[in-house]
């Protein structure tokens, strides 16, 4: 299929969370997108603690993301060696799909960092890069941010969820069930996720 529209959208998903479905779901209207690439991250080289082994962020993203029959799970950056970047990422989506259109779907904090992006200019030329905002600045087109590279706004509604919090209260043995979804839940305490060690 020619002319496609294709979003990305990548994260730890460690777990994924009812905010991060409702980003998803947000994005495939909004932007209405044939399809949604949900990729659970890989080697990540920014972040300051040990991910959860692949197969389950995979399986939980499925599981979180099932019901929406855009939405294909990818694992193109777990099967990656070494450093996991965007641009590559991209690269090897635009090698697959070339006619498509993209759209990189990233949170409101990554949105104001894009500038230190490895090759943020190909991303930029590659894929149309929507920054997810819960609050609406004053040009429904544009997101302030310190760079001149330029975004659209995902609107988002307030979900302040995150997928710390969600660690946290698995750690200390509180409910999750209205932080992410009801299967993802079942699948952390099936797989004794997050608990603390022994």
Not at 31 to 44: K, V
Not at 89 to 97: H, K
Not at 142 to 166: F, G, M, R, W, Y
């Amino acid at each position: 299929m020619t002319g496609q529209r294709i979003g990305i959208f990548g994260g730890a998903f460690d777990p994924p969370h009812k905010a991060h479905v409702a980003m998803a779901e947000a994005a495939i209207d909004q932007f209405q997108l044939d399809e949604l690439r949900i990729i659970p991250t890989g080697n990540a080289w920014h972040k300051p603690r040990d991910l959860s082994l692949g197969l389950h962020r995979a399986a939980m993203a499925r599981l979180a993301f099932g019901h929406l029959p855009q939405v294909r799970v990818d694992e193109v950056e777990l099967q990656r060696p070494g450093p996991s970047y965007t641009i590559d990422t991209l690269r090897a989506l635009a090698g697959q799909r070339p006619d498509a259109r993209f759209f990189l779907f990233v949170g409101e904090d990554q949105g104001k960092t894009l500038d230190r992006w490895r090759e943020i200019e190909e991303i930029a030329q590659r894929a149309i890069i929507c920054v997810a905002k819960r609050s609406m600045p004053e040009g429904p087109d544009a997101v302030a941010s310190s760079h001149d590279i330029p975004t659209q706004v995902l609107k988002l509604p307030n979900l302040p969820h995150s997928a710390t919090e969600v660690r946290v209260r698995v750690a200390h043995g509180h409910a999750i069930d209205a932080l992410v979804p009801e299967t993802v839940a079942l699948y952390i305490y099936r797989h004794h996720l997050y608990q603390p060690a022994r």
